[in-house]
């Protein structure tokens, strides 16, 4: 099947993922492992993540509710303190992918849940980042931001927003992510999803679905 174009997650698959940050983060606080996972799994769809990552709320409210919630677990947690941990590191290989997919025609995607907090789409910490990040997003054809749509991953109107934009069907796509949640739906619309582990496995995993040649990047 001809796979002419690659939709990407950003966090977490083009940066480092906040995941192992809420983990450090954890570590430092003597909090158990994962806290952060657990209270964001409680009621997914309506809890203060989803709404943050909606736009339905602002960072005082979401602040707020995520305390709540964490109380809830047993956890002292402020939302503000999670969402300093949100900007990763950004992966060179990954942006070179990006550079060496577009020289041979492929069509870019980027499909991001995101908050209204920091700077920027990658809601990075210093104007430098922001800057830097902003520039990795004019690699990409179009950008969907679930902040800005006002709709999530792993909600499937999202994916085939970007599709539809985009003038491709989804058995064209292949979809990079590093939550098995949002990977899901993509594979349900037909496009080959790719769980992200880490930056050589997703790479390597995508040069074969494109059938691209060995040492690609």
Not at 14 to 29: C, G, K, L, Q, V
Not at 30 to 46: E, L, Y
Not at 53 to 76: C, K, P, S
Request: proline share 4%; charged share 25%.
């Amino acid at each position: 099947m001809n796979r002419t174009t690659v939709l990407w997650d950003f966090g977490g698959v083009i940066t480092s993922s906040p995941f192992d940050a809420f983990n450090r983060m954890e570590e430092a606080r003597g909090m158990p492992v994962n806290s952060v996972r657990r209270i964001n799994a409680t009621n997914p769809d309506s809890n203060a993540w989803a709404l943050f990552e909606r736009a339905e709320i602002d960072a005082a409210e979401f602040d707020e509710r995520f305390a709540a919630e964490a109380r809830a677990v047993g956890v002292e947690l402020q939302g503000r303190d999670v969402l300093a941990c949100l900007s990763g590191d950004i992966r060179p290989r990954m942006v070179a992918a990006l550079d060496v997919l577009k020289s041979k025609g492929h069509k870019l995607g980027c499909i991001t849940n995101n908050v209204l907090a920091g700077k920027g789409a990658g809601m990075a910490g210093s104007e430098e980042k922001a800057m830097a990040i902003a520039d990795i997003m004019t690699r990409f054809d179009h950008v969907i931001e679930s902040s800005k749509a006002g709709v999530r991953k792993p909600d499937p109107l999202i994916y085939l927003m970007m599709c539809e934009t985009l003038a491709v069907d989804p058995v064209e796509c292949v979809y990079l992510d590093d939550l098995g949640i949002n990977c899901k739906p993509a594979a349900a619309l037909g496009m080959a999803a790719i769980k992200v582990t880490g930056e050589a496995q997703a790479l390597e995993e995508l040069g074969a679905v494109l059938e691209l040649e060995k040492g690609w990047l």
